[in-house]
């Protein structure tokens, strides 16, 4: 029987001690992961609760100082007889009240201009059907080019409450002048409105009954004058529709 050498020996036994050194430093690294993501887990937990408690603690010093702002207003209130102005401004409302609809038609073609800009019409050339046209709150002039096509003539217009309606206080040419539409036109030299007659033996929806009829001084179809040019300047105690006015 052969005998080992003992350098084949001792390498046996160094190989042997090696493995189980090795499955021994397996065992540490393991238990050193786990106790390192026990750790994160810990950390992660306490980070949680101090940022909990911490948003607490802000609610709790922001309920305190309110109620002292409260209680400190209420005092100053009891002792001199002071509101305390309010910490934000309340909502404006816009002055005056709402934009107003005319209604308004003309006997045969009608065109509208507010302060020069031209309005879309729907039924510019029905003139018993009017088109209900917005004024917007701070319109300055309304200003109406009507046509006469055929027989009778006329330009009539009203709001549902009265608070425009056509009458003498319109003024109307016969001649278009550069700018007749424009807010700021000067018609000093135009003459009032001529009224034709006041509403008419058809009630035409929308339009009141204290509407008149107006064109120049002469409607005639045949002598009389086929374009017109009206202009309405609103008054400044009405520009803004002043539910009052």
């Known amino acids: 029987m052969k005998k080992f050498k003992p350098t084949v020996c001792l390498l046996f036994f160094c190989f042997l001690v090696c493995l189980g050194e090795d499955k021994e430093t397996s065992r540490k690294i393991l238990k050193l992961e786990s106790a390192v993501a026990e750790l994160k887990d810990k950390v992660k937990f306490l980070i949680s609760l101090h940022a909990k408690e911490i948003e607490k603690r802000f ?20 002792c001199c007889g002071v509101t305390p102005k309010p910490t934000q401004k309340p909502t404006q409302k816009p002055p005056g009240g709402p934009d107003r609809r005319i209604n308004i038609t003309a006997d045969d073609d009608l065109y509208v201009y507010l302060d020069g800009n ?20 701070g319109t300055t002039v309304i200003a109406v080019k009507g046509r006469n096509t055929y027989a009778d003539t006329g330009i009539i217009a009203s709001t549902p409450d009265g608070f425009f309606r056509t009458n003498s206080s319109w003024k109307c040419v016969n001649r278009r002048q550069k700018g007749w539409e424009d807010s700021d036109f000067d018609d000093s030299t135009w003459p009032p409105a001529s009224i034709i007659k006041q509403y008419d033996e058809k009630p035409i929806t929308g339009i009141r009954e204290d509407a008149y009829w107006i064109w120049t001084d002469k409607p005639s179809f045949k002598t009389g004058d086929r374009t017109v040019y009206c202009r309405y ?5 009405k520009r803004f529709f002043n539910l009052e006015d």
């Open 59 to 78: 609610k709790d010093i922001e309920k305190t100082i309110k109620k002292e702002i409260t209680d400190l207003q209420n005092s100053l209130k009891k």
């Open 233 to 237: 300047t609103i008054p400044k105690s």
């Open 118 to 137: 031209e309005v879309k019409l729907k039924y510019s050339t029905i003139w018993d059907v009017p088109d209900t046209v917005v004024v917007p709150k």
